[in-house]
């Protein structure tokens, strides 16, 4: 195979261009507002996903990093 050669775009990314062009979520297919790629829906269970797959645990008093702002007074 060649280096300099681009791979071809796979149809699911073709699927997600024509999509996200249209203004329709990545995900699904329904209408999106925009701002994002996926829908609500989508983007929640997205963001779930990646918690459970990174290991996410919330902030606690007294660990390193700064509070979320819900802690702050």
């Known amino acids: 195979m060649n ?3 681009p791979k071809p775009e796979s149809r ?3 699927w ?11 995900n699904c297919g329904k209408p999106n ?3 994002t790629q996926r ?3 989508c983007r929640v ?3 779930k ?3 459970d797959l990174k290991g996410h645990k919330p902030w606690q008093p ?10 702050l007074q």
Request: glycine share 10%; hydrophobic share 25%; charged share 25%.
């Open 45 to 47: 269970a997205y963001n």
């Open 12 to 14: 699911q990314r073709t």
């Open 49 to 51: 996903y990646q918690r």
């Open 3 to 5: 280096p300099d050669t």
């Open 62 to 71: 007294g660990s390193v990093g700064r509070p979320p702002k819900t802690h």
């Open 33 to 35: 507002t925009g701002k």
């Open 16 to 26: 997600q261009r024509m999509m996200a062009l249209a203004g329709k979520c990545i």
């Open 39 to 41: 829908c609500e829906a």
